[in-house]
C-alpha cells in the first residue's frame, strides 16, 4: 500500500486473490461464552499466525466520534491492571513474534506472527486486554497525539488520499461508509478517554470476536487454548448498530479537491450491491468478473488500451470489494498521461464502460480471467497471513467463510451476458460520484530550487 | 478479493504502527513490485533449508531450495545492473528492466501480457540501486510451467525495446518523478541520498531527473542490456517443487543462451563523510519529516551483527525500541520513529526517521540525537540485549516461512555472494554477540557529529 504509484495497477493482484483452503480444512467452534475460533492447519512451516477480530469498526460509528475504533486500537496497547502500558509488545518481542493490529470500516484486528509454541502467549495477552483494558487519560493524551500525526502523515499530506475522503464523504450520504476510518480531525480532537471507554464496553467482548490461527497447529490443541485462556470472560449484551442503508443516488455527484500537488488524480465510483446486500446472488462476481476483464494484469483492457495503447493514462485501475458489510461503490481509478487531461481519461473510462454494456467480453478474455484467478488460489496458500486475514474478515461481516472456497467455481460461471447486465444495470450516471483532484502549485519548486549541492564535504 | 475501492481502503486501514522506511520503496523505484530482499530487515537462521548451488556452462550462478509442499515454483534472475549501474545515465536501470516485457523476439507488450495472462504466471521486474531483478511465479504443471519460461527466457536474452514502448516508458517515469514531488518522504530521500554519497553512484536518484530521462535513448537501454544482463553477472534463485535436474533444467532455459559476457567491476568505495550537513527544503505539509544519517555497512560486513543488533534496541525493533519509546511512546510527536542499516553492495545508508507536526520539528530532532548520542556513548543495557537477542532469534523461523521469503533469501545470498551456510549460522552470530562488541561497532562505524539531516517542511517563520 506504500507503493502509491502502482497502487492503481496492483488491484487485480488483490481483487483475484482470494483465499484457496480446501473447504474441510478449516475447523471452528464457538466456546460458551460465543467467541468463535476458526483454525487451519498449515503444516509447512513451525509458525503461526493468531488474529483476535472484533465485529467494529468505522461504519459502526455514529457522527462526532469519528475515529474511535481506530484510537482505541492503539490504546489497546496501553495496559490492563496486569501488564502497564508497552507490556503487551514487551512480551510479544521477547518471544520472537511480530504483532500489528488494522482498524477497517468493518472490522478491528489484532494479530501476532509467532513460532508455534507460543501461542499460549498470544491467547493471555489477547484475553486480558479484550475485557481489562485500562484506558488511563496520561495515556490517551499522548496516543491521540499520535493518531494525529497518523492522520497528517497518511491523509492531510497525501493529496490522493485526501481526494479519496473527499470521494467517499461525497458518494455517501447517510450510510457510515461515509467517514474515513482514520476519523475527522475535529473529531480526533475532541474525542475523550470516556468515549473510548464507552466504545470498549460497547463491542469488546468475546461474543462479538472471532479468533483466527492460521499454522503448524493442532485445531484440537487450539480450541483447548482457546478454551482455557478465553473461556473465562464474560459475554456481554451487544446491541447491533441501526442499519443506516445508504439512500439511493439520483444523479451524478462532482468533487473538486485543491491541494499542493505535481498531478491530477480522478476517482470515479457507481453504487453496486455486494454479496451481502445482492437480490441477485452472482451479480456481485459478475462485478468481480467485470473488474478483472478492465484491470486483470497487464492484458486486461486498461493495461492494453489505456496506458499501453491511446496512452490516455499513466495508471488506470478498476476494482470493487465484495466482502463489505454494506453496498459500497465499484471504483475506478487513475492519473491521466502528460499529454492528456483529466477529462480525457474520464471520457475514456466512460468509453470502456460503454463497450461492456454494447458488446460480451470475448470467451478468450474470460478464459484468461479465469486462468489468473485459478492459480492465484494456489499462490495465496503460500501465504497463511494473507488466508487468515480473507477468514477474520468474510466472519467479521458476517459472511460464511466457505465463500472462500466458492469462489473460483462461482466466477467460472459468470457469463459474458451477466457482466453486460451488471454493467448496464450499475455503471450508470445515476449512481456515479466523481472526485478530481485539482493540483495547486507547491510553495515553492521543492524539489529542486531549495536544494543546495549535496555532497560537497565529502571526504574524497 | 479486495479490489481497487479495498486497495484504497487499505490506504484508510490504519495498522499501529509501521516500518515506513521498509515500506517505502525507499531504493525501489515506482515500478516495482516485487518484494525486494534487501528490504527486508534482516537474515534467519535454525532449522534453515539447505541451499543447493552451482552454475550454468555459461557461468550463472544458481541457487535452489526445493519446496515440494505447493505446487508452484518462485524463480528470482538478479543481476548487477541496478542503479549503481546507470554510468551517469540517471534512471537508465529503471528504464532497461521496465521495458524488458514490452517487447521480446517476435512478441510485442500485448502478447507477453496474454502469455503469461492465459497461464495465470505472475512477472515482475524490479530495478534498486544494486540490483536488476526479474521475478516468476508460476503453476508447476509442465503443460504451465514450460511456455511461462520460455516466454520469460525470451524477455531476459531477446528483449526489443520498442521505440514507442521506449518513448512512453520514459514519459510514465517523468510522471513518476512528478509524483515523487508530491510527497515530502520521497523529496527528503533524495536529498538524503545525495547529500550523503556525492558523486557516487548510491547518491544518483534511482529513476533519475528530468534533464537526465530526456537525454536518454533507445540505445542506451540496448546498450545497458547487452552488457549486464549476461550470465557471469546473473543470480538465479529458485524455490518450487522441482528436483535438482528439473531446477537445472529450468536455469538452462532461462539463462543458458545468454551470453557469457563479464560480472560488473567494482563499485567505487563509499567516503566518510568529514562533517555534519543540514539540508532544509521548504515544503507545504502539515508534517515535517526528517531523515538523518550516514553511510552504514554492507551486506558482507564484518561488523554486520554487532551493527544490526545494537541497532534493534536503537530503532529496529518497532515500538519497542529506544527511538519509538522516546518520540512515540513518551512524547506522542510522531507515529512512526526508526532507525535502520540498510546493507548493500558497498555501504549502505544508516537511516533514522520520523514525522512530525511542523512545530514540533526542532524538539523531535533534539529527541532523535540525544537518543543516538547516548545510545552510541553506551550501547543498550545487559536486559535490552538480551530482549533483542530473543526477539531476533525467537523470530528467526518467521523469516524463512514462505517460499517466498526463501526464494528472496537466497537471491540475496546469492547476489552478495554470501556463505550458503549464513542462514544456518545466523542465530549463533545473534547470540554470539556481546555488549562490548555493539559498543566497539557504533563507537567506530557511527559518528553522531558527522550526520547529514534533512528537513522537509515548513519553515520556522511559516509554522
Redesign the interface.
Known sequence: ????????T??L???L??SAQAENALRETTLDNGLRVIVKEDH????MVSQVWYRVGSSYENDGITGVS?VL??MM?KGTPKRP??EF??II??????E??????DYTAYFQ???KS?LKVSFALEADRMRNLLLQPEEF??????????R????????Q?LT??QFTAAAFVNSPYRH???GWMDDLENLRTEDLREWYQKWYAPNNATVVVVGDVKADEVFKLAKQYFGPLKPSKITPTKPRQEIEQKGVRRVTVKA????PYLLM?YKVPVIKTAKESWEPYAL?ML?GVL??????RF??EL??GS?IA??A???????NRGA??????G?P??DHSVADLEQAIRDQIKRLQDEPVSAQEL??IK??????K??E????FYQAM?IG?LVTVGLDPKLLDE?VDKLSAITPEQIQQVARKYLVDDGLTVAVLD?QP???K??HG???A??????? | MAANRNTINFMTIQPRKQRPMFNNARKIAVFAVVAVFSLLPAPFASAAPAIQQWQTANGARVYFVPAPELPIVDVRIMFDAGGARNGGKGGLAQLTTSLLNDGAGDLNADQIAERFGDLGAQFATAAELDSATVSLRSLRKPEVLQPALDTLALILRQPTFPQDAFERVRKRMLIGLRQQQQSPDAIADKAFDKAMYGDHPYGAPPLGTEESLNALTRDDAVNHHSRYYVARNAVVAIVGALDRAQAQALADTLVGKLPEGESAPALPKVSDLTASQAINIEYPSAQTHILSGQPGMSRNDPDYFALYVGNHTLGGSGLVSRLSEEVREKRGLSYSAYSYFMPMRDRGPFTMGLQTRSDQADEALKVMRDTLRTFVEKGPTAKELEASKKNITGGFPLRIDTNKKIVDYIGMIGFYNMPLNYLDTFIAKVDAITLPQIQDAFKRRVQPDKMVTVVVGRSAAQK
Open positions: 500500500m506504500q507503493i502509491r504509484f502502482l497502487l492503481l496492483s488491484f493482484s488483490l481483487s486473490l482470494p509447512r512451516a513451525p509458525v481506530h486500537e492503539h496497547f502500558a508497552g509488545s514487551r518481542a521477547a518471544n520472537g513474534g511480530r500489528n493490529a488494522f482498524t477497517g470500516q506472527q509467532m513460532e507460543r493524551a499522548k496516543e491521540i497525539k499520535v493518531v494525529m500525526e497518523e497528517r502523515l497518511r491523509t492531510d499530506d497525501e493529496p488520499s479519496q475522503e474515513p476510518v482514520i499542493p500537488a505535481e498531478l465510483g468481480e473488474a484491470d486483470g494484469g497487464d492484458s486486461a493495461a492494453k496506458v499501453r496512452q499513466a495508471e485501475g478498476a476494482g470493487y470489494n465484495m466482502y459500497d461503490v465499484f471504483n475506478f481509478a492519473t498521461s502528460q478464459a484468461r486462468a489468473q484467478v485459478i492459480a492465484s494456489v499462490y496458500l503460500d501465504s497463511p480473507q474478515t469462489y493540483p507547491m510553495s515553492d521543492p524539489a531549495a536544494m543546495p549535496g555532497g560537497g564535504r565529502h571526504g574524497r
